[in-house]
């Protein structure tokens, strides 16, 4: 994955209990011979190193971890490219998913897997977690480990916490940050990975690490920052074991739904037993009836014309680590994949031109100006705009799906 992603994992306030082999914590190395030198620093920065030094020692970071920490550190004009960038077209699902589970990543995951096989199966037995998951997560996030990021994640947090629009979030990693390197486990400049502060073959934000992490191969550090991906594999197990993860079961099964289906039942937060959805006329992909899994939902990404999904208890477990559906159908589909399983057999709506965010934020001021409120006007497609985009197709006689297509809003135009 790109660091970016790993801005979602913003919700980690749990500490998970490591196996007895992971629970050594290493004294924390001694600064102390370690010269000060403070990062040379326009005025405005400086101002803000300064105020910010008072509340890192105030949370405990000690002064000479501060200063040496900082050294050098000034802010990153690629961290704030990065960070202020808002992308006018985002791709449509099946083009993202063309990528993140392109037939390189399964390959590779296969050969990653063959590779690691011995370490990613004693991971499976010690979290309960499937290894084709763990790699799956590792694909996605740093192709396998081939690109985990470079920049120093101290001065990626720090540029984050002086300026832009994360400024509580560049905080509260930035001090996570510094106690990872106070607790010994890391050197400063050896604490590298994407701009948004993201670290590792897993992309850990510093509070996640602080809760999730693992030393698996008992050398006492929970390192994942090297090219040894296995404390980094443990890491993201042990995350997924702690928000639920239920081995043995599927994040999500394609499914058929029956002509005249309601699709305002199509809802990720409209979750009921999967008796329910057959009694529904909802089937399997090969036309029979859906395994007992849990309560389920139902998942359209592409709306009425695009496979259609039953997802389970997995897929917001994996959400967890990333809240975006496509990330969760990614990771989902590529652990699948990885272990010989077919390609979804629904075919995506290819021919369907992806709304720019211009475009995106149009239909949002169409729809309220229906009367259709769909909340913010962000130019975003989330839950409020999905459901005011239903109200609107059922005033219409069209299938309420919620898919925000072109034609759509070349309808909402008339």
Do not use: C
């Amino acid at each position: 994955m790109t660091g970016i992603k790993a801005l979602f994992l913003l919700s980690l306030s749990f500490v998970i209990a490591a196996p007895a082999a992971a629970d050594f914590r290493p004294k924390p190395r001694d600064f102390a011979n370690q010269p000060i030198v403070l990062a040379q620093a326009s005025g405005a920065f400086e101002s803000w190193r300064a105020g910010f030094r008072r509340k890192a020692l105030s949370a405990g970071i000690s002064a000479r971890v501060f200063d040496a920490s900082f050294q050098g550190v000034r802010p990153n004009p690629t961290v704030t490219r990065l960070a202020a960038k808002q992308p006018e077209f985002t791709k449509p699902i099946w083009e993202y998913l063309d990528t993140a589970v392109s037939s390189d990543r399964v390959n590779n995951g296969r050969k990653g897997y063959r590779a690691n096989r011995q370490l990613v199966e004693s991971i499976e037995r010690t979290y309960g977690v499937e290894a084709s998951v763990v790699v799956a997560i590792w694909g996605i996030e740093t192709n396998y480990g081939s690109f985990r990021g470079n920049i120093g994640i101290i001065e990626a947090l720090a540029t984050l916490a002086y300026q832009g629009k994360r400024k509580a979030f560049g905080e509260e990693q930035l001090i996570a940050a510094l106690k990872i390197i106070q607790s010994g486990e890391v050197r400063p400049e050896q604490m590298r990975g994407s701009w948004a502060g993201a670290m590792g073959h897993t992309q850990f934000i510093p509070t996640s690490y602080l809760s999730y992490a693992q030393d698996f191969n008992r050398d006492g550090r929970r390192d994942v920052w090297s090219a040894d991906p296995t404390d980094a594999l443990a890491s993201t197990a042990a995350y997924l074991r702690k928000f639920g993860w239920q081995k043995g079961q599927p994040w999500g099964v394609e499914v058929r739904v029956p002509q005249g289906f309601n699709f305002g039942n199509i809802d990720q937060n409209l979750r009921r037993p999967v008796a329910r959805w057959t009694e529904l006329g909802i089937r399997g992909i090969d036309g029979k009836p859906v395994p007992n899994y849990g309560e389920a939902a139902l998942l359209a990404p592409a709306g009425a014309r695009g496979p259609i999904f039953m997802i389970f208890n997995n897929f917001r477990v994996i959400k967890h680590y990333n809240n975006a559906t496509s990330y969760a159908m990614a990771v989902g589909h590529l652990a699948r994949r990885i272990v010989g399983a077919p390609d979804f057999q629904a075919a995506w709506p290819r021919n369907d031109r992806p709304l720019s965010r211009t475009e995106k934020l149009e239909m949002q001021q169409r729809l309220t100006a229906k009367g259709f409120s769909t909340g913010k006007l962000d130019g975003k497609i989330g839950p409020n705009t999905i459901e005011a985009i239903r109200s609107y197709q059922r005033s219409q006689g069209l299938t309420p799906d919620g898919y925000a297509s072109a034609a759509l809003l070349q309808r909402l135009r008339r």
